[in-house]
């Protein structure tokens, strides 16, 4: 099982970006994915994910510029970051809980992130 992240950049504050996650392999079910980022010398951070019964949720400093969504038949993850700041800056991560058989163990995967770069 791979996820590959995708779709980050540089952008001006204030602009928009749109990170894909693509998990592909042997995968049976996606039982959870979110979006997590780090800036340097910071430690990683939850952005947003999807909780039980399909709803979302996005971290506070987040809220209102950023929204998840996912396209469960193509099995992939977006992140649209709308008005973006400079202290958006980070690499984002993006992570999945995934069984690869019918009642396998559910195992946490990250993808190799990409870098956000917000400039002021």
């Known amino acids: 099982v791979q996820l590959q992240a995708s779709g980050g950049g540089l952008v001006q504050a204030g602009g928009s970006l749109r990170l894909s996650c693509a998990a592909s392999?042997?995968?049976?079910?996606?039982?959870?994915m979110g979006w997590y980022r780090q800036a340097p010398g910071n430690q990683r951070e939850w952005v947003a994910s999807f909780v039980s019964g399909g709803a979302t949720n996005e971290a506070d400093s987040v809220k209102g510029r950023f929204t998840i969504s996912r396209d469960d038949a193509k099995n992939m993850m977006y992140l649209q970051m709308n008005s973006l700041k400079p202290e958006d800056t980070a690499v984002y991560y993006c992570?999945?809980?995934?069984?690869?058989?019918?009642?396998?163990?559910?195992?946490?995967?990250w993808g190799q992130g990409t870098q956000v770069t917000v400039s002021s």
């Open positions: 392999g042997s995968i049976f079910r996606i039982n959870g």
């Open positions: 992570n999945a809980v995934i069984q690869t058989v019918p009642g396998g163990a559910r195992r946490t995967h």
